[in-house]
């Protein structure tokens, strides 16, 4: 079996899920507030996305074509209990932070998306490296922001104030302050993008 690991780079910065891609930016929008928040979230996101890549793409012969999308999301959903419940059980208050967000990766385009459109199709192994990559693309991605959000938004690092005498940023810890370091960011890549096109 041939391993790929351009299956795990391109989700890193090529298709990366919420800088190139533009998905699941709901809960992008939502958590990034903290870096833990952020941690929390593309952890819970990445080990959704690895074991039901696994799955589906074990049980993809077996599906009939007609209720495949029922069924992805039912491994989906399963995995997302597995990841709240451990949530609620080893860390209540990032579950408490995170909210419905958690509940909510089981529609999330990230990993619906992969479940359709890659794992659908592709080898377990392949499989794996996708979940890999595209987890740890939005997980880098989700601390990005956060870490942007919450040291001018609040003056602090993982909750630690780095500077007593810094005066927060308002702006960056409100929904709008997300909005304006996401589309910042997605520009750098734009760019980036464009100038490795041009060589």
């Given amino acids: 079996m041939k391993i790929n690991t351009k299956e795990f780079i391109k989700g890193l910065i090529k298709e990366n899920p919420t800088f190139v891609l533009a998905l699941g930016l709901c809960p992008t929008l939502a958590v990034s ?38 069924c992805y999301i039912v491994v989906i959903a399963t995995f997302v209990t597995i990841a709240e419940l451990t949530m609620k059980a080893y860390s209540p ?16 385009c990230i990993v619906l998306g992969r479940a359709e459109a890659y794992a659908s199709k592709a ?3 392949n499989s794996i490296l996708d979940a890999l990559g595209m987890g740890l693309g939005f997980t ?60």
């Fill in 33 to 70: 507030t903290s870096l833990s928040n952020g941690l929390g979230m593309g952890i819970a996101a990445t080990f959704v996305l690895l074991g039901s890549n696994i799955i589906i793409s074990l049980i993809k012969n077996l599906v009939p074509n007609k209720i495949r999308i029922p």
């Fill in 140 to 199: 880098l991605a989700l601390l990005l922001i956060s870490g942007i959000r919450e040291i001018l938004g609040s003056g602090t690092f993982f909750g630690h104030t780095l500077i007593k005498e810094y005066e927060p940023i308002f702006l960056f810890a409100l929904p709008s302050g997300a909005l304006l370091v996401i589309g910042l960011l997605m520009s750098f890549f734009n760019i980036l993008k464009e100038r490795k096109l041009k060589q």
């Fill in 93 to 108: 208050a990032l579950n408490r932070a995170l909210g419905i967000y958690v509940p909510l990766i089981v529609v999330n």
């Fill in 123 to 125: 080898s377990l192994l």
